[in-house]
């Protein structure tokens, strides 16, 4: 599609490929800044970059640190620092360009936003179509502590009333329906209602989409899925450029205990060495199997932001660097989709999405407010052609 050329000579773009591969090379920074100062200098966070040093991040396990008389330095207790964790926090705040605290899970990083900010008697926005554990969390926990939940359809919060709001949760496109908010005037109304911004980022990641950029206070991050990539981590992350809430995600998690594993940290750090490509790969496979799927004369509809049918595609150009990768397909009914996604060899017939195998499944299996046949079909890295043959044959069959 031509949007993809705009989108990747844009100024945005660039800046944001500029970012990934400072990320990617953030030991190669802290190596050369050691060389400069003749290696004399104490090595940084991640004790990394002096000639002999491996040049991937160390797994570190161990749950003590060396600790002598009056407790100094960044590692005291390892459900407070860590190493492998601080060499992923340094290459995912980068990439964010605010400061990034990771999480055991993407609901993990939720939960210390969610449970943390809202307070008694306050009243928060969710979206109704969006990842709907996000609004079971809410119920079950926040509703009885006497927050009052509010919920509207993504593609209605610009004519939500925000008033009164203390936070106004975000997720753009939705999760699995792929509707669009316009985050821009999302954040131009909270500001004037006193309502922090939260933006659920993981589907576009900070390659597709840079919702800080757009005006929002904090980024909540599912890595399960794009950021790793590789289905093999449960992982999350925040990020913000405000001092109070980043410190606020550490003390929730220090004081929860819900601490990433050393060994899932690394994972996700090799995961990330690998975003951009494997980004790049998706959304043109996605742009390229929109319009292909949706002429497939077994095909009712095809829902994606970067088509002209989206009804808020000139509002996902405005805001997206990329469409991402996740298609809704809907098919004439339940067994229909099911036989696609069954019998179409390229497809894992999975949950979640963002891996490097396409993958896809019927989301009202989970009562998800969609038709039976509505599949979310998740493109991944397979070469173009090849997949689309084996899509087109699945589909020629039903
Ligand atoms: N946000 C979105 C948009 C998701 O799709 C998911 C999981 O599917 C989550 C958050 C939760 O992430 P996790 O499963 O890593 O806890």
Request: proline share 7%; hydrophobic share 40%; charged share 20%.
């Given at each position: ?45 991640s004790a990394q970059g002096r000639p002999g040093d491996p040049v991937t991040p160390a797994i570190v396990p161990s749950s003590v640190y060396f600790l ?164 093999d981590v449960v992982f999350g992350h925040v990020a913000s450029r405000q001092a109070g809430l980043i410190a606020g995600a550490r003390d929730w998690r ?57 009804p808020a595609h000139a509002v996902a150009k405005s805001q997206m660097l990329r469409f991402a990768m996740i298609l809704g397909v809907t098919l004439s ?66």
């Open positions: 599609m031509s949007q993809r050329n705009i989108h990747t000579q844009s100024v945005a773009g660039q800046a944001v490929q500029e970012l990934f591969c400072r990320a990617l090379h953030h030991v190669t920074a802290t190596h050369k800044d050691l060389l400069q100062k003749g290696g004399t200098a104490v090595a940084g966070l002598p008389g009056d407790p100094a330095g960044p590692y005291q207790y390892a459900r407070w620092t860590n190493p492998t964790w601080s060499a992923l926090e340094e290459a995912l705040s980068i990439l964010e360009d605010a400061e990034a605290v990771i999480f055991p899970s993407g609901m993990a990083a939720e939960a210390a936003i969610l449970c943390s900010l809202p307070k008694p008697g306050d009243r928060i926005l969710l979206p109704s179509d969006a990842y709907y554990t996000t609004r079971v969390l809410a119920d079950t926990y926040l509703v009885p502590a006497g927050i009052r939940v509010l919920t509207c359809p993504s593609a209605n919060y610009d004519s939500q009333d925000f008033a009164g709001l203390r936070m106004v949760w975000i997720e753009s496109p939705s999760n699995p329906g792929l509707d669009i908010c316009d985050i821009r005037k999302a954040v131009a109304k909270a500001r004037q209602a006193g309502a922090i911004v939260v933006v659920d980022n993981t589907t576009p990641t900070p390659l597709g989409q840079r919702p800080l950029d757009l005006g929002a206070d904090v980024v909540v991050s599912s890595d399960t899925k794009t950021i790793n990539g590789h289905s220090k004081l929860c205990g819900a601490i990433p594993g050393p060994f899932e940290s690394w994972l996700v750090h090799r995961g990330l060495e690998t975003l951009e490509v494997r980004f790049e790969r998706m959304c043109g496979n996605a742009e390229a199997l929109a319009p292909r799927l949706a002429e497939h004369r077994k095909v009712q509809q095809v829902k994606f932001p970067g088509l002209p049918s989206h009914d339940k067994n229909s989709a099911e036989q696609f996604i069954n019998g179409c060899k390229f497809i894992r017939p999975t949950t979640s999405f963002g891996g490097v195998h396409t993958s896809a499944e019927r989301r009202a299996r989970w009562g998800d407010k969609v038709p039976e046949g509505f599949v979310r079909l998740s493109v991944g890295c397979e070469p173009l052609e090849q997949l689309w043959k084996e899509m087109k044959a699945a589909l020629d069959s039903l």
